[in-house]
Nanobody
Framework: QVQLVESGGGLVQPGGSLRISCIGS????????IGWFRQAPGKEREGVAC????????FYGDSAVGRFTISRDNARNIVYLEMNSLMPEDTAVYFC??????????????????WGPGTQVTVSS
């Protein structure tokens, strides 16, 4: 059974940093691209960052470029999203996901078949 579980969300002040994690199980984690998405109330789900199975190909959404970094530790089945210079508009539930086609590394949410329950990130003073 494929499982993805996010952790590390919380409340952070504007300008602060946060690292969230996603641990996967039930599938060959080291062969799959993994994506991070976020969804704020009343908004569509947005692709934030994606990494190929070996982290040699990455994608970053416009809002993440220069501030967020995706990385992965395949030995531990974990993908990280390091977020810096956080702004109130980064407030959202953050999800990790695995694609239906293992090699896909991109921001299209419809290409992802497996999702974690999400972790809330709130940026506020």
């Amino acid at each position: 059974q494929v499982q993805l579980v996010e952790s590390g969300g919380g409340l952070v002040q504007p300008g602060g940093s946060l690292r969230i994690s996603c641990i996967g199980s039930g599938f060959p984690f080291d062969q799959y691209g993994i994506g991070w998405f976020r969804q704020a109330p009343g908004k569509e789900r947005e692709g934030v960052a994606c990494a190929s199975s070996r982290n040699d190909r990455t994608f970053y959404g416009d809002s993440a470029v220069g501030r967020f970094t995706i990385s992965r530790d395949n030995a531990r089945n974990i993908v990280y999203l390091e977020m810096n210079s956080l702004m109130p508009e980064d407030t959202a539930v953050y999800f990790c996901a695995a694609p239906s086609t293992y090699s896909y590394t991109g921001p299209s949410a419809v290409r992802y078949a497996y999702w974690g329950p999400g972790t809330q990130v709130t940026v506020s003073s």
